[in-house]
Structure formats: structure tokens, C-alpha cells
């Protein structure tokens, strides 16, 4: 063999192995593994969030009016539209179908309270209204996907700067609206990325600092901030908020069964009154 | 019919029934806030139900009126509990009432509560859900 077929038969030994080792290592499933005791006492070591956070909506309503997004032009000429049938008591019904508020909606106008999980790598944020109400911000040191199923509340990793979870979300639908109330807000259209600090602000106010890059209908970073407080009284703990349920009342069947019965309701969300 | 033209039927008499209905977290301008009307009559019916509570209230507004049925809609039950220390059994069907509410602009029989009180008994309840906006407020609660 000279050295000509010796080339050969390496090249060829490089370029039939290689794919297969190589390609065995890619589909090598990513385990999660089984938290250690370690791991539950470090979450000791977090700050409480524990408790009920509620939402200050007059903030909410503050911040609409004196920290406007840096809309696009079509955008601003949207959300001006909105304002003015809000105005005029024709609020626009961006959430009446009853989707998920979605990401950055939820954390912008929510109306409805929260609870916050830490457990070994993740961080669980659930609503108390929307029966899908929740996030999932992984906090174990992974990547975002590359390319990650858009969802309504994206693909979320944090990590703690201290007592101040940082979370990054992408992989939100085009769909989910940048809302500054209930009826004025913008589709994002794609390519949106959230970057959030949430912190403790003395004992009892939860402060979740957002930064929304929608590159589609904003023309910069937009910066604003949402205050929650926490409650601790039992009567307040988080209910049960199933969004659907308000197109039913319960009512019997034919047989006297329990039933949910469908009822009307107006363009506007509103049950269509008695006539 | 065939089987396949019964699913298609009922699927289409569902598509219509949810076509005309729409609910969830809506802004509350259809209703007049400069306006606050009184109802004075009884409870027919409670709906604690999310996103919105609505209770029936059977009565008239001004003395003479013909006794009408008037829908009062307010925020979510963990709302209410929260910013105005209701629960689910507050108000009954049956309970006599007088209803302080911000009217739907449309003149329709509707209106937002914004204060209810039992005529038995002289307890209210009101439903400003922007009345929650301080940590624990069950301190507040127990003043």
C-alpha cells in the first residue's frame, strides 16, 4: 500500500466513523437530574417570595399613560385607535377570547394575583386567573433552545444576581400582545425578547423591572416597571381562575344532572343583560 | 344521517354557540363611571364564576318603575375576597338589596357594582379591585 492508498483508507475511516460518533453524542438524551439534598437546602437560601402577590393596577393604569412604549408609527396608530374607543366606552376586546394574556401582557396587566415556586433548577410562576396561567423559568444553567416552539409565555432562564432573579424569555408566539391596559396593545410580531430583574423592595412589595425588545413595533427597548404585594392571610390564598368558566352558569339537564349551560355574552365580554 | 354528518352538525351547532359568545378580561369603560344609579329590590340569582362575578338583582330604580331584572358584574372572585372581604355565600338569591352601580352606556340593564348592601342585616360589600393595594391586608382587615 503506498502512501497515496494509505490517505485513502484514513480518509475513509474519518469520514465513516466520525458521523456516526459524532451523531451518537448529539442524540445522547440531556438528563435533568434528580436534585440532591444540597440542592433543597440551597433554596433556603433564596429570598421569600412565599405568599400571594396581587398586582397594583392603579400603577398599571399610571404607567399607560406616563411611560408609553417607543411605538412604530403603525403600532402608535393602532394603539391610539384603541385609546380613543376605550375613551369613548367602546374598549377594544383584545382579551376576551379567553388565551392567555401571554407574555408580557401577564406581567403588565394582570389584574389577578400570583404565587412564585422555587424548587431544585426552576422557578414557577402561577396565575390565579387563566386556567394556563403559568411560567417556567428554568434556573439549572441552561441555554435557550435554538430553536425554540413559540409559546405564549416563551422560553424562559434565570439566573440570581444576588436577590434579584434575572429572567430572559424568547420564544414567545407573534401573536401576544404588548398591552399597556385591557383593551390597547400590539401583536409583537416576532423576533421579541423580555429580560426582567424581579426583586424585593423592603419586606413585602415584589418589583418586576421589564425590558421588551420588540424589534417589529417598538423602535427601542422599552422600559417599565410592575409592583405586587404580598399577602399571607389564608383567606387569600390563590383560588382556583378558570377563564372559560364565564361562558357557562351551571344549570341541570334533562335528566337533573349538574351541568354547565352555555350563556351569551356581548362583543364586549360583558353577559348579555336581562332584556 | 350518517354518523360522520351527526359529528359535523354538532360540531357545527358548537362553532356557532362559541362564535357568539366572548368573556375574559375586558376594560370596563362600556360602563358610565360618572354615573352611579341605585337599585333597591332582591337578589335573583349569584354567579361566582371567573374572570367576573355577576349577581341578577330583581328591582326598581326610581319609585313607580316596573320591577326589572338588572345584571351587576364585577372583578373575579379572588378579587372580591381580597379588595372587598367577600365570599361565595355574601349574597344569596333571596337576600333584600340595595345596589349602588355605575350603569352600561347603552342603556341596557347592566351596570358595574360598586356597592352592595343587605338590607337585613346593613352589611355591604364593595368590589374596587384597585382596593387591594397594600401588603397584608389582613391587617387592614382586622382595624
Known sequence: MNSKHLFFMLALMVGVVTPSFCGAQSTKPIINPPPTAKDWANLAKLPDWSGVWNPKISDQDNQAKTNMPPWVPAANELIQFQLAEEKAGRPPPLFVNCLPEAMPSWMLITHNAMEVLFTPGRVTMLGESDGNRLRRIYTDGRSHPEDPDPTFHGHSIGKWEGDTLVVDTVGILPQSLIAISEAAGVPNNGDMRVIERIHLVGKDELHDEIEVIAPHVLTKPWKTTRIFFRQRARKFDIVEGVCLEGYFAPGKDKQGNDVFLPIQHDVGGNRIPPQ | ?143
Not at chain 2, 354615573?35 to 362575578?53: C, D, M, R
Request: net charge positive; glycine share 8%.
Open chain 2, 1 to 143: 344521517m350518517k354518523f360522520k354528518n351527526l359529528i359535523c352538525l354538532v360540531l357545527s351547532v358548537f362553532t356557532f354557540i362559541f362564535s357568539m359568545q366572548a368573556s375574559a378580561h375586558h376594560s370596563t369603560t362600556m360602563f358610565d363611571r360618572e354615573k352611579v344609579l341605585t337599585i333597591s329590590g332582591a337578589v335573583k340569582e349569584v354567579q361566582w364564576t371567573n374572570p367576573h362575578v355577576a349577581i341578577f338583582v330583581f328591582g326598581t330604580i326610581n319609585d313607580g318603575d316596573t320591577p326589572a331584572l338588572w345584571l351587576m358584574e364585577m372583578t373575579s372572585p379572588g378579587n372580591l375576597v381580597r379588595a372587598g372581604g367577600w365570599s361565595r355565600n355574601a349574597v344569596k338569591a333571596g337576600d333584600k338589596v340595595v345596589v349602588d352601580f355605575s350603569p352600561l352606556r347603552n342603556g341596557a340593564k347592566g351596570g358595574a357594582l360598586k356597592k352592595i348592601t343587605l338590607v337585613d342585616t346593613g352589611k355591604f360589600y364593595t368590589a374596587d379591585i384597585r382596593a387591594q393595594e397594600s401588603a397584608n391586608l389582613e391587617e387592614r382587615d382586622q382595624k
